[in-house]
């Protein structure tokens, strides 16, 4: 069983659509971050979030923690193909940084 | 670059062998994280380091091992390969054990077994 389930795994539209990935859990996390990982790379940072209800934008991301801090949601507007890639979620519990499958996002031109 | 430094960055080797994953955290980070990535699992935690010490253990397999150094670096050793260890390793690095989850990733080895 999946600690931190991504949703949807796949996901490819137009440039300039707006989108929204999720990242559930049954557990409470301290603590949830979002990841972006390019083919051949190591996922990279994007955000922290730590309060429940907590809204944080990077330009045209924003992250969400739910109120409970047991989910997260990204929502991307007017997406562009250089925001292709593989978006993670991860979690840390008991000393542990646990990590979804990800959403393998691909942006169309 | 996310100052993280792992080697190789490609290792192909046969079934039954060992090898042995590098890794330098970022300057100033003590604590050093290993993951195993594989299409159909996504990014499983092995195991934690803090400082020197065995921090937190998650999927690692008896015939997996790692270590940190005084100097902080790690290795990952894998031993009686299987063709099923095939995988992108990764190791990623953090200030301290803190549990904010935030991590600076090394672009990963990537480890075939024949």
């Known amino acids: 069983t999946q600690l931190l389930e991504q949703s949807p795994q796949f996901l490819s539209i137009q440039e300039g659509e707006n989108l929204t990935v999720y990242c559930n859990s049954s557990?409470?996390?301290?603590?949830l971050q979002w990841y972006r990982q390019e083919p051949g790379e190591g996922p990279v940072l994007l955000v922290t979030v730590v309060t429940g209800g907590e809204v944080k934008k990077l330009k045209r991301l924003t992250f969400q923690f739910g109120d409970a801090r047991k989910d997260s949601s990204l929502h991307i507007t007017a997406a562009q193909p250089g925001d292709t890639g593989l978006y993670l979620c991860?979690?840390?519990?008991?000393?542990?940084?646990?990590f979804g499958k990800g959403t393998r996002l691909h942006i169309l031109p | 670059d996310s100052g993280v430094t792992q080697t190789p960055k490609h290792l192909i080797t046969a079934t039954g062998q060992r090898v042995t994953l590098r890794c330098s955290p970022r300057?100033?980070?003590?604590?050093v994280y290993w993951y195993q990535q594989s299409l159909d699992q996504g990014l499983q935690f092995l195991i934690q380091?803090?400082?020197?010490?065995?921090?937190a253990k998650g999927n690692i397999l008896e015939r997996f091992s790692a270590q940190q150094f005084p100097d902080l670096h790690s290795e990952l050793n894998l031993s009686s390969l299987e063709l099923g260890d095939s995988a992108l390793y990764f190791c990623?690095?953090?200030?301290?054990?803190?549990?904010?989850?935030?991590?600076?990733f090394g672009e990963g080895s990537r480890l075939t077994v024949l």
């Open positions: 991860a979690g840390a519990r008991d000393d542990k940084i646990i």
């Open positions: 300057s100033g980070d003590l604590s």
């Open positions: 990623a690095s953090s200030v301290g054990p803190h549990k904010t989850g935030e991590l600076f």
């Open positions: 557990s409470v996390f301290s603590s």
């Open positions: 380091y803090y400082n020197g010490e065995e921090r």
